[in-house]
C-alpha cells in the first residue's frame, strides 16, 4: 500500500485518526530535521509542531539530540563552512567571496565574544549581596539627609 501525504508532503501514519494512538516511528529524516531546527534556535514546542508530534514524544524519541541543542549550530556553521571551502577549491568564484564573508563575520563574532568577555568579568566582580547593597542606600540616604538638614540649619541661622 502506497502511504498517504499531508498538505506539506509528511506521510500520515497508518492508524491516524482511529481509536488509540498509532506509534511513532522517527525516521534518518526526522532526525536530521530536529538537529537542523535546534541549530536555527527553535523552542521544543515549535520542532513539535513541525515533526506532527507532542512534545512529551519529540522528547522521548529525540532525547539524545535535544541533550546537544547548544553544539548544533556549531555543527551547522561548521558544515556550512566545509561546504563553501570545498566549492571555492572547485574554483567556484562566488563560493570563495562568500567563504571570505563567512570567515569575516567568524572573526567580528570572536572578536565581540573576547571584548564582551572583559566586560562581564568586571561586571562580576562589583557584584553585591542584597544586605551589602541596603547597607550603602542606608547611607547614602543618611548623607543626604544630614546634608539637607545642615543646609536648612544653615538657612535658620542667616534669618
Known amino acids: 500500500m502506497e502511504p498517504n501525504f499531508d498538505l506539506f508532503g509528511h506521510p500520515v501514519r497508518e492508524g491516524f485518526g482511529n481509536r488509540g ?23 521544543n514546542q515549535r520542532i513539535a509542531n513541525a515533526l506532527g508530534v507532542s512534545p512529551a514524544t519529540l522528547k522521548r524519541y529525540f532525547r539524545a539530540d535535544m541533550r546537544e541543542r547548544d553544539a548544533m549550530r556549531d555543527r551547522l556553521d561548521a558544515r556550512r563552512f566545509e561546504i563553501a571551502l570545498e566549492q571555492a577549491n572547485a574554483g567556484n568564484v562566488t563560493a570563495l567571496r562568500e567563504l571570505g ?24 566582580s562589583e557584584k553585591v549581596g542584597k544586605k551589602i547593597v541596603d547597607e550603602q542606600r542606608a547611607h547614602a540616604a543618611d548623607a543626604d539627609l544630614m546634608a539637607e538638614l545642615e543646609s536648612e540649619a544653615a538657612q535658620n541661622a542667616r534669618h
Not at 26 to 36: F, G
Not at 112 to 123: C, I, L, Q, V, Y
Open 101 to 124: 564573508a563567512m570567515i569575516d563575520r567568524n572573526d567580528r563574532m570572536s572578536i565581540e565574544a573576547s571584548m564582551g568577555r572583559g566586560r562581564d568579568e568586571d561586571k562580576t
Open 21 to 43: 494512538r498509532p506509534p511513532y516511528e522517527p525516521t534518518e529524516k526526522d532526525r536530521n530535521k530536529v538537529k537542523l531546527l535546534l541549530a536555527l534556535g527553535w523552542a
